[in-house]
């Protein structure tokens, strides 16, 4: 199964904590991983992991299969 995936391309800077945070609460209490695009922009991950670290989620960058790119651990901690 695909893990669900946000592409930041073609955003502006400013759009992304919004963005970002309207695609983790779609997915918000899914045993899953989240994936967003941030391509080779570091202020796009800078953005990004910013808002992602708002939500006191895991996420791991940096992965040889999947650069350029952010994975985000989302889970239900009532399992």
Known sequence: MKNPTLDLHGLRHHEVSNEV?????????????????VGNSQHMLFEAAKTIQHYGLEYVTGLPEHPGRIRIIVYDDLH
């Open 21 to 37: 945070a309207r695609f983790i609460e779609d997915y918000l209490g899914n045993d899953l991983f989240l994936d967003v695009i």
